[in-house]
């Protein structure tokens, strides 16, 4: 009796195909040329029971690649966003420990990085993930204090870097220009916080010499004003020790500071020099 099937598998001593009704035949090929998917006709099979068990592990197989391929694309998703999405902006912290917070444009912590060993033991304590950037800063310093680095260095260094867009950086800046004098009125002990703007070229600079973009900025600002620290002091000593160092931040430009000192009047940035307008001249002109 003839029968009917569609090609599965085509070798060179039998065909697999299945029939109508979902059976699977192996089959001795035929004379005429075939290729998969093609119907063809047969009278006899060849080992019909194990070639039907070969044809559903075949099909077997395939299903498990592609329910493989599948999960394998849900799961790959958060490790790519993770990978590809580039945060908003980064903020380094700066005491002897040294840290760099990632944000989203909500000013909400991504990712926390411990620049030193002294930043390590005090990130473990620390409860960042998705939580606000002001609270994780506040939190950064009042357990730099429970450790002890802030009895005898009272200096922060808090420097904002724009990644996406360069204005962030300056955005943030506003932002802690409000929200830092509270912070530094009430804290526990002195405190004096230093703030400073950086881009990203200064990060990348920051990143080959293995120290934070706070310290590079403020090292690359104190080259122009004074050369006595080196690229090595710069990556072992703590902020208040840089300070001492050069007589005070009084002479780096751009900086803003905030500190119980000078919290009796509000702290601004050093305002550029006054241009004094030229007097008019009284001499008529001919």
């Not at 840290?99 to 304590?125: H, M, P, R």
């Not at 960042?128 to 950064?140: G, M």
């Not at 002195?190 to 973009?213: D, F, N, V």
């Amino acid at each position: 009796m003839k029968r009917k099937g569609i090609v599965l598998e085509i070798q060179n001593q039998y065909l697999i195909v299945m029939t109508s009704d979902g059976e699977f035949c192996k089959i001795p090929p035929v004379d005429k040329p075939l290729t998969e998917g093609d119907e063809v006709e047969f009278t006899r099979t060849v080992k019909a029971e194990k070639a039907s068990q070969r044809a559903k592990r075949s099909w077997k197989g395939w299903t498990y690649v592609a329910a493989a391929c599948l999960l394998l694309f849900i799961t790959a998703l958060p490790l790519w966003n993770m990978v590809f999405a580039s945060a908003y902006a980064a903020v380094s912290i700066d005491i002897n420990p040294s840290f760099e917070l990632e944000i989203d444009k909500n000013y909400v912590v991504t990712s926390v990085t411990a620049l030193n060993q002294d930043a390590e033991s005090i990130l473990k304590n620390i409860k960042w993930e998705k939580r606000p950037l002001l609270e994780v800063t506040k939190d950064i310093l009042t357990d730099a204090r429970v450790h002890g680095f802030l009895k005898n260095n009272h200096d922060v260094l808090i420097v904002p870097v724009g990644l996406k867009n360069p204005e962030a950086s300056r955005e943030l800046l506003q932002l802690m220009k409000k929200e830092i004098p509270h912070l530094v009125s009430n804290s526990a002990g002195e405190l004096t916080i230093t703030l400073m703007e950086s881009t990203k070229e200064m990060r990348k600079q920051a990143q080959k010499l293995g120290i934070s973009p706070g310290k590079y900025t403020l090292y690359d600002s104190m080259k122009r004003v004074n050369k006595k620290i080196s690229e090595k002091e710069i990556q072992t000593l703590s902020i208040s020790e840089v300070s001492s160092a050069i007589g005070g931040f009084e002479n780096i430009p751009n900086i803003i500071q905030y500190s119980k000192e000078k919290m009796a009047a509000k702290p601004e940035a050093r305002r550029p020099a006054q241009v004094t307008k030229p007097v008019a001249s009284n001499v008529k002109q001919r």
